[in-house]
């Protein structure tokens, strides 16, 4: 995936073309493990991928991030378009039951790159600082950081933010 970023943001440097990157983490999926065991746990990420490319477009690139975090490139994508998705994917998530352990939710952290983050590492801190303030926010909802905007559904609740 890191190689993937890198060429994104090539591309980006040469033509301005948007990309913006979607992180992923499934709620409190310790105790799906806890709870249900390794094997249910993995058949859970395995679901979530199955939903995931099911909607997601030919261009978007899905990869796992570590643990159960997954990180999706959009390339031709700006932030509220992938907000628009990350959006779509947590409602098609939400209503897919995973057999014996349930109906599972996850959290979305969105950002799109832009000349001054530079880095590909910037890039996914702002969207990592997206996935924990809808993790602090009550999970199961998606927050997209821009230069000057935060949004967050699924509560409905609206804030300002910026990291630049």
Not at 122 to 145: E, I, S, T
Request: aromatic share 10%.
């Amino acid at each position: 995936m890191e190689e993937i970023l890198e060429a994104q943001i090539r591309l980006y440097q040469q033509t301005s073309q948007p990309f913006s990157i979607i992180l992923c983490d499934i709620d409190h999926f310790k105790s799906i493990n806890d709870h249900y065991g390794h094997l249910q746990g993995d058949q859970v990420l395995a679901g979530l991928v199955q939903v995931f490319q099911n909607h997601l477009r030919p261009i978007d690139l899905l990869g796992r991030w570590g643990g159960e975090e997954f990180l999706i490139v959009c390339p031709q994508t700006s932030l509220v378009l992938a907000y628009d998705l990350a959006e779509k994917l947590r409602l098609n998530l939400m209503n897919y039951s995973f057999g014996e352990v349930g109906f599972q939710t996850a959290s979305f952290g969105v950002a799109e790159y832009h000349p001054r983050c530079g880095s590909q590492t910037l890039l996914v801190h702002w969207a990592d600082q997206g996935l924990y303030q809808a993790k602090g926010q009550g999970r199961n909802c998606v927050v997209a950081l821009s230069r000057s905007e935060e949004r967050r559904v699924g509560k409905e609740c609206r804030s300002r933010w910026s990291p630049y």
